[in-house]
């Protein structure tokens, strides 16, 4: 479905203390509000046989109903519940919704309708970020020549460099980077996209991200490092190797 809002219906109220005929629109609707975070902890362990804590984090959803009446005058109404239905369950907007699943025509109708590219849901999340997180480039290049901000942080602190790197999307990292994404830049735990390139294997991302000067020698809240990850994974050899040849910041 393309609304999160549902509507029960639309009276028209009139009434002699009223100044103009109005509108009433009840509203009825249950929101997902932003999760609360609980660590479970973990371990990882070195090439050297080293163990490190690990924060494993489980998200703990709250959800928040609304059961309001929203009254506008006659000639606003359209307009209003227009703009109502454009948000969807967590804050999604139609433009949110159609960039993360790839639509192209439709992300160029809804630009067309000048709908706002740096919007957040209730996450921080923005349009470009799930563009990027599922590789559609050619949704990146839109939002990106609408003014999309590719340096936001949502809610855990994942930009959409982060999220491509982190799914191995090769083209996007590399169109990202070019549009002056910081590969330096930090999740809420300290992580950078050179980390989750590492930890998901991602060799072509690591490549890239190291050639655009990205810290080999950061380490997340607990320590460990791009290098730390690659030396305690089975299959990261060459992605030692690229850490390790090329100079560090």
Known sequence: MRQAWVFTGCSLLAGAAMAQSVASIPVNATLVREPIWKNYGGTIRDANGNVTQLPMEVPFFRTVSIHTTVYVSLENVNTVVEKMQSRRVNGNSDLMVASAAGDVEWVRTLLGKNMLVNTKNMFGSTAVMGAAAGGHDEIVKLLLARGAQVNIKN?????????????????????????????????????????????????????QLMAKGARADYTDRSGVSPVALASSRKGRENILILLTRLPEK
């Open 155 to 207: 809610s855990q602190g994942y930009t959409a460099l982060m999220l491509a790197a982190k799914n191995g999307q090769a083209s996007t990292v590399e169109l990202l980077l070019n549009n002056k994404s910081d590969p330096d830049l930090a999740d809420a735990v300290n992580r950078t996209a050179l980390m989750y390139a590492v930890n998901g294997g991602h060799e072509e991302v690591v490549k």
